[in-house]
């Protein structure tokens, strides 16, 4: 059985990384490159780094992503106004493992393909984000939520799976910042009618959340954006979490996961001397 993966989701918005709460506010946290290496040293699978900053010119430049991944040793994930193989060979270059389309590829669906058939399915990640409208209905949003394009999400991903996807980052946008924990429901119905893998993004509040997205959720990973910027070694304790709950998720070596145990917010309890000494520190992927 393959691993499941914890994923950090980093936004980008004029230079900085943001807190995003409903997809229309936005709280400045720092500097990409801190928050991407202190991110990656904490045992996370994958870094999605996302772009939202307004597009100002035609010719995108990445040099700035390239010094962004430059010390990076866990596979990024690279999104933000992709709309050419052009710029995706410039950002495979900049050190990017796999790139992520949104708005385009509903614009043009037949950038996927076009991606697919020069990189592979397994470069291209399609983000999908939706939220639930009045008439209690799932829509497709574009255009960083802005957009309504009145498709139906569970359709818009079997397309994208036809069309050479080779994942879906599925991500709610009522719940993006809240805390609520991620769509359960509606994660497992698209898991269920597609075959591909699955990212459960948007509303995790405590680190329990992430056990249910997988468990509850059918996801194949699990991410998450806020939760990882105010708690120091919050991958760790996430994973712990998981690894408590039965998941089957990647472990580190150094890290210790096994029997750990928390307090009532949550927070990883500190080993004492002799449980230290029984620890197996190593702990196989």
Same mark, same amino acid.
């Given at each position: 059985?393959?691993?499941?993966?914890?994923?950090?989701?980093?936004?980008?918005?004029? $230079?900085?990384?943001?807190?995003?709460? $409903?997809? !229309?506010?936005?709280?400045?946290? $720092?500097?990409? !490159?801190?928050?991407?290496?202190?991110?990656?040293?904490? @045992?996370? @699978?994958?870094?999605?780094?996302? @772009?939202i900053s307004p597009s100002k010119t035609t010719k995108k430049d990445y040099s700035q992503l390239k010094l962004f991944i430059k010390n990076c040793f866990v596979p990024i994930t690279y999104g933000g106004g992709i709309s050419s193989i052009e710029d995706v060979n410039d950002i495979i270059n900049s050190g990017a493992d796999r790139i992520s389309i949104n708005s385009n590829a509903l614009e043009e669906p037949k950038l996927i393909k076009e991606i697919a058939e020069v990189y592979g399915e397994q470069?291209?990640?399609?983000?999908? @984000?939706?939220?639930? !409208?009045?008439d209690g209905k799932n829509r497709v949003y574009s255009h960083s939520g802005t957009k309504d394009t009145g498709l139906d999400p569970l359709d818009w991903a079997k397309k994208c799976e036809v069309l050479g996807a080779g994942e879906i980052l599925l991500n709610s946008i009522d719940r993006d910042g809240r805390g609520t924990g991620y769509d359960v429901a509606f994660i497992k119905r698209v898991t269920e009618h597609i075959n591909i893998p699955v990212i459960a993004c948007g509303g995790v509040g405590k680190f329990s959340d992430f056990s249910k997205g997988i468990l509850d959720g059918g996801a194949s990973a699990v991410a998450a954006a806020n939760i990882f910027h105010y708690v120091e070694h919050s991958t760790i304790i996430a994973k712990a979490h998981m690894y408590n709950n039965g998941v089957e998720i990647r472990l580190n070596q150094i890290a210790q996961y096994k029997d750990r145990k928390f307090d009532k917010n949550g927070r990883l309890l500190m080993l004492n001397n002799d449980q230290l000494e029984k620890a197996d520190w190593a702990l196989k992927e």
């Open positions: 059985m393959l691993k499941k993966r914890l994923i950090a989701c980093l936004i980008i918005k004029d $230079g900085l990384i943001v807190q995003s709460v $409903g997809f !229309n506010k936005y709280f400045p946290i $720092g500097k990409p !490159n801190f928050s991407i290496e202190f991110i990656a040293r904490w @045992d996370v @699978d994958e870094i999605i780094l996302l @772009d470069c291209i990640v399609v983000s999908i @984000d939706y939220k639930t !409208n009045e």
